[in-house]
């Protein structure tokens, strides 16, 4: 197999490169860098990509992988400096080099030769990276011509082609002349690749080349990724925080913390057995879809699978994920609420006692505390909801699943009178609310709380947290400015913040202490339904992970009814009861989070079942 | 920052991060704006330059006739006399003249400019705020002002009002009005789309609230850098008009007049001219200066907390998308040119 | 796309030809006695509200006028009772020699520099460059040009002419010399703006993704530069240089004035001065036009230059 590739390679390009031959492609060695004349930013760093292969960098956003990603191609951004190691190229892995070479002391000229041609680089982000005003297939053909690949501009034009035509992109004339905003994301990241490949490089780093990307289109630019990289015996550099991803192409991983590589090894070692705590906690809080991993315990809300994160080890009692199908949330609630609470015997009391008009306790399950009935909007022709009929229950999650563009933020807006240009009713208890917030009532307004996106915008930079946060109880009650700064302090405290925080400015948090306070907003009114938009997308995993498991801790205390509106299906079983599918506006799916996992009806939810990449696949 | 963290395994029941999440809350605070502008050497030159020619403007009518001799307008001696800084064609002490001659130039230009950025700032922030209609039509009134250039609007109006002092500084203003309007209405539009003005709007917050507490505080780096800018061309317009014979008065004391009025004898007695030229040229300087730093301060060119983070962050994926500045596109360059540059995208300034 | 533009451009100045009409009934008390003075007669002032249509309604008048603007008739001047259009004619030569010499120097130097300036980041040549141009762009042109004066006309060289000779029949052009201290003046005026923003948008694009993709293809600097980084900065640097163009067309009423050149910036404040309404109306209907006109083509070619525009455009 390998040995015919070899010969079909031959003949497009004329001149053999007994590739295969060598063990390493490259090594780096005690990579040293920081900020010029500041922190180190990679330390002691050392890694060997091999031919064939492709070796993970993992770690989570400031550890530094891309950083030592761009070192191998001698690339350091603007004020970053070098501070020791190096970086070989070993013999024989470019045919401009038959000795080994260091690449970071090589001269500019000569490093010019390699970047692209030799070692090559597959962006992040292709609408960024793939230039605006030129044509996909002169993109492509330019790193042809600046690296002398072929003999002549026919055969460099076949390249072109057949490079296309390896990615799974349509290789005709016509579509080489697009450009790149005429392309789709998953289209303009396969160009990034065939540029990447174009000159069959010996090295290829890939720089998160999915993020952004849905779970299908990931699904595929994965899949290309590994057949070209085993195929042409490519050494593969895949930098990523999604371990999921790393089960799906990498053959050995390499952890990154604070600039150091705290363990390495085989995938299929490293995903099953980790050795550092930090692989283990990292492992723990990727959410799982089927939830066949070794787990400890972690109160699952959906049984099956949890997410664990590491603080939790050890603390819950083995068993509680027993019990396989729905409907048993009421004990998993209450081992929960035992665990939990010994921790914080002072969680939120003061708030409770205020008296949440909703139900208080552990998952009662009463009458829907929020209906929403054949909610309807329309821009013009293009239909954003088509129809949506969906119960909250107090106590209870219901996860909706939609990608991007689905419909899922104007639905969860339109429940929290964010968005007046529906039609259809949102019920509270039975009755209809008003669809602007502000035409509803104080009380209205204080039962139903929302959690935005991105905690980085969410609080005003320039109001300190406490400030901020005492905005809903101002609005809607009639406390005293003492009081008020009491409700604060205890629900910063629930959050598991502290009150100590109640005069910092959102600019001196970290993303996840700001989505924390963010989440202390919403429940500083005692309110009884909670609606959660994405809130875990712009956060680190093992960050994502403990904002889950507050959340689940909350809603356990206080009996809340949850909306919890995502894009990743592999959260579904950790979070939530009930589970629904947004597609194009329209509930394709809904009913019992297990059951629809075991039974999808439609044919999406199939399909982002098939495509979600999990920890099973390593090796 | 991050690198010192020993890393701690299971750090007890509490903490919500495991290992150390990089910007974690042992940060400094970020440094004050105020901090950022004077840490910049520009900025303290600026202000020791404006606070010159400030003291000069404002002291010197007091020490006119007592400390020189002469009054602004008396009659010292034969035209063009030598002497510390000689006399006028008319026999005029020069200095005298020169000492007088400034605080109106500071009055009338920072009036025109707290006029200007003023009313550019309640517009620009309305547009944005409201969008729709009253936007369309604010930024389409400003377009129109913008096609004259405002000298040549200026002349315009005082061809037809007289060279008075209110309808300079009514012109100057509202000549400034669009050019801030732009400006400020796009910090605001960065603002208003921000999470946080959208959960001020769902806990029903008033709106005069929400535009004192969310916007204001958030647009005010750009804000700053519009009042120095504008303040530097105000000077630049009256001054410009006085010259031109069209702004204040003879015999005023003027160093726009004055320029104006010794220019012919430029070879026989430069004081003259040389005197309120330098006055001119070191406060335009010193304010476009101080524009320069807060502009820098404002859109974080700076080195502070924050951009060290940044800068370590860039390392690997940011994935905090939203930017901490609001994006200016001021210039304090083009000030009094017509139309502010749309070209690039963010602050057109300069980050030098 | 471009015809969208046109369109505002047109509106932009229909609507600037109103603003400046109503300037005119802004006129306190009779127009007619305030440009004859108190000892007018009767019969003058009568005349003279004739000749200026000022008995018609306010609308006549302005569609009067906008239709002149139209046929190229500009009206009566009231202050010397001939016509704008002869007043002007000779001046606007003059005038548009000096633009074209200042923005035939200006635009290359301020691209180039700003270019060189922004590849250079950082370093000293960068900083005493930003530095200068930070300096000069903050000081009023007459400051400038006085400055120049003093240096290379009477107090320190006596090089160059102060003041611009001009006889009946004489045209600026036929002595070369004097016209160095006017153009060198708004030179100096629009070159440091220039170079600010032109270092500020390559920067922008020296820094974007694209432009580190092409390096990490391995292309050849100047590839990198020329190819990738240059198409991008096109669109904005056309504003920036229309910008500055429009500019020029306010700053030579200042630089004229003080110069004594026979322009239409000279005109104008000779106009003012006589409280010459027509002919300062003719005057700034004609820069704002140039305005529009400059801003429209800056456009267009920002339209051009971006295929996303582009391909918009055409769809």
């Known amino acids: ?619 | 920052m991050s690198l010192k963290n020993p890393m701690t395994p299971s750090t007890g029941q509490l903490a919500q991060q495991s290992f150390g999440h990089s910007e974690s809350r042992g940060d400094a605070r970020p440094v004050s704006f105020a901090r950022r502008v004077l840490d910049q050497p520009a900025a303290k030159l600026g202000f020791v330059l404006t606070g010159l020619v400030l003291l000069v403007a404002v002291v010197g009518p007091f020490v006119v006739p007592a400390w020189t001799g002469y009054g602004s307008n008396s009659f010292a001696g034969k035209p063009f006399r030598t002497g510390v800084f000689g006399t006028d064609n008319l026999g005029r002490d020069v200095l005298s003249r020169f000492l007088e001659g400034g605080w109106r130039l500071l009055m009338y230009s920072a009036l025109a400019t707290v006029l200007g950025v003023g009313l550019g700032a309640v517009l620009g922030m309305f547009a944005a705020f409201r969008r729709g209609w009253l936007d369309a039509v604010i930024m389409r009134f400003g377009d129109v002002l913008l096609a004259i250039p405002q000298l040549v609007f200026a002349l315009l109006a005082v061809t037809v009002l007289g060279p008075k002092g209110w309808v300079l500084v009514l012109v100057i203003g509202v000549t400034h009005a669009p050019r801030v309007a732009r400006v400020i209405r796009s910090a605001t539009s960065g603002v208003v789309s921000e999470d946080y003005v959208l959960a001020s709007q769902m806990y029903a917050v008033p709106q005069w609230k929400i535009l004192s507490r969310d916007v204001v505080p958030n647009i005010m780096g750009p804000l700053m850098v519009e009042v120095g800018l504008r303040l530097t061309y105000s000077i630049g317009a009256v001054a410009s008009l006085s010259f031109l014979g069209l702004g204040m008065q003879p015999p005023t004391p003027d160093w726009g007049l004055m320029i104006n009025e010794n220019r012919i004898a430029l070879s026989l007695q430069p004081w003259g001219v040389i005197l309120p030229v330098i006055a001119i040229a070191v406060l335009t300087v010193g304010t476009n200066l101080i524009a320069d730093a807060v502009a820098g301060a404002s859109a974080g060119r700076v080195r502070s907390t924050r951009s060290a983070r940044k800068k370590s962050a860039t390392a690997a994926r940011g994935v905090t998308a939203t930017s901490p500045d609001p994006a200016l596109s001021a210039a304090p360059a083009q000030g009094a040119a017509p139309g502010e540059t749309p070209a690039p995208e963010q602050n057109a300034t300069k980050e030098l | 796309m471009i015809l969208k533009r046109l369109g505002v451009s047109v509106f932009v100045l229909l609507a600037v030809s109103l603003l400046v009409f109503v300037f005119t009934l802004m006129l306190p008390g009779d127009p007619a006695q305030a440009i004859l003075g108190q000892q007018a007669t009767p019969e003058r002032l009568a005349a003279l509200r004739e000749q200026l249509h000022l008995n018609d309604p306010w609308y006549t008048r302005y569609l009067t006028w906008l239709g002149g603007l139209f046929t190229g008739n500009l009206g009566t001047s009231a202050a010397t009772g001939g016509s704008v259009n002869a007043l002007l004619a000779s001046k606007l030569s003059a005038s548009m020699v000096l633009l074209v010499i200042s923005a035939v120097v200006a635009i290359p130097v301020g691209l180039l520099l700003g270019t060189w300036s922004a590849m250079r980041r950082g370093r000293a040549s960068d900083q005493t460059l930003t530095g200068f141009s930070l300096v000069l762009a903050a000081l009023p042109e007459f400051v400038i040009g006085v400055v120049l004066t003093t240096l290379l006309s009477t107090t320190v060289f006596k090089l160059l002419p102060s003041v611009t000779m001009a006889a009946p029949g004489m045209r600026v052009w036929d002595y070369p010399l004097q016209l160095i201290l006017p153009s060198l003046t708004l030179i100096l005026v629009v070159v440091p703006y220039m170079i600010r923003m032109t270092r500020t948008t390559m920067i922008d694009v020296l820094d974007s993704g694209y432009v580190e993709m092409a390096r990490l293809k391995g292309l050849p600097e100047r590839q990198v530069i020329f190819k990738h980084a240059l198409p991008h900065a096109i669109g904005p640097v056309a504003q920036v240089v229309a910008m500055q163009l429009a500019w020029l067309a306010g700053g030579i009423v200042v630089v004229e004035f003080l110069f004594r050149y026979p322009g239409l910036g000279q005109a104008m404040v000779d106009a003012v001065n006589n409280r010459d309404v027509q002919v300062v109306q003719a005057l700034s209907m004609l820069i704002a036009a140039f305005y529009v006109v400059v801003n429209l083509i800056a456009d267009v070619i920002g339209i051009l230059a971006n295929p996303k525009l582009r391909t918009e455009t055409r769809s």
């Open chain 1, 1 to 619: 197999m390998r040995r015919s590739e070899q010969k079909a390679r031959d003949r497009v390009r004329g001149t053999a490169v007994p590739r295969a031959t060598v063990d390493t492609a490259i090594t780096a060695s005690h990579l040293s860098l920081g900020v010029t004349g500041g922190d180190l930013i990679l330390d002691d760093v050392s890694f060997r990509l091999r031919p064939g292969r492709i070796l993970a960098l993992v770690g989570e956003s400031g550890s530094g992988k891309t950083t030592a990603a761009l070192a191998c191609m001698n690339h350091l951004r603007a004020g970053l400096e070098l501070r020791g190691g190096t970086v070989e190229l070993q013999e024989g892995a470019s045919r401009f080099h038959r000795d080994a070479v260091d690449l970071l002391t090589l001269p500019e000229a000569k490093m010019r030769r390699l970047r692209g041609g030799t070692i090559a680089y597959v962006p992040q982000d292709p609408a960024l990276s793939l230039n605006g005003s030129l044509r996909v297939g002169e993109q492509i053909a330019e790193v042809l011509r600046a690296h002398e690949f072929g003999r002549n501009a026919h055969e460099r034009d076949d390249r072109v082609a057949e490079v296309l035509s390896e990615v799974g992109l349509p290789s005709d004339r016509e579509y080489q002349r697009r450009f790149p905003h005429q392309l789709s994301g998953g289209q303009q990241q396969r160009i990034g690749i065939a540029m990447a490949f174009a000159c069959r490089p010996a090295v290829i780093i890939l720089d998160e080349p999915t993020t952004g990307l849905d779970v299908a289109t990931q699904d595929l630019v994965l899949k290309t990724i590994y057949q070209l990289t085993t195929k042409h015996d490519v050494a593969g550099l895949y930098i990523t925080h999604d371990l999921a991803v790393v089960a799906r192409v990498a053959n050995d991983v390499a952890v990154m913390l604070h600039g150091r590589i705290v363990e390495d090894g085989p995938a299929e070692r490293l995903l099953r057995r980790p050795e550092h705590p930090y692989t283990r906690a990292l492992l723990d809080a990727v959410p799982d879809m089927q939830g066949a991993r070794d787990m400890g315990g972690g109160p699952a809300v959906s049984p099956v699978a949890a997410v664990r994160a590491p603080w939790d080890r050890g603390r819950a009692a083995p068993g509680q994920m027993a019990a396989s199908a729905s409907g048993t949330p009421a004990g998993t609630a209450d081992d929960a609420a035992a665990t939990t609470g010994t921790g914080h015997p002072e969680n939120g009391a003061a708030v409770r006692e205020r008296g949440a008009g909703g139900v208080v306790g552990t998952g009662r399950q009463d009458a829907p505390v929020v209906r929403l009935r054949d909610l309807r909007m329309a821009y013009g022709s293009a239909v954003i909801l088509d129809g949506i009929n969906l119960d909250l229950e107090a106590g209870q999650t219901t996860m909706l699943l939609g990608e991007s563009g689905s419909g899922k933020t104007t639905l969860s807006r339109s429940v929290a009178g964010l968005n007046d240009g529906y039609t259809g009713d949102v019920l509270l208890d039975g009755e209809v609310l008003a669809p602007s917030t502000r035409r509803r009532s104080n009380e209205q307004r204080r039962r139903i709380q929302y959690v935005f996106q991105s905690p980085f915008s969410s609080l005003n930079p320039r109001r300190s947290i406490g400030d901020s946060l005492q905005v809903p109880l101002q609005m809607s009650g009639d406390l005293s400015r003492e009081q008020r700064r009491a409700a604060v302090a205890d629900a910063l405290d629930a959050v598991r913040l502290g009150r100590s925080y109640i005069d910092r400015r959102p600019g001196e948090l970290s993303g996840g202490e700001r989505q924390r306070a963010a989440v202390a907003r919403a429940l500083v009114n005692a309110p009884s339904v909670l609606v959660c938009d994405e809130i875990t997308s712009a956060l680190d995993v093992s960050v994502q992970a403990s904002v889950i498991e507050l959340l689940r801790e909350l809603q356990h205390e206080r009996g809340l009814a949850m909306l919890f509106v995502t894009h990743n299906i592999a959260l579904a079983r950790h979070i939530s009861h009930r589970l629904a599918v947004l597609e194009r506006g329209t509930l394709v799916d809904y009913g019992p989070t297990d059951s629809v996992l075991r039974n999808p009806r439609h044919e999406y939810t199939r399909s982002l079942l098939r495509h979600v990449p999990t920890l099973e696949e390593a090796g």
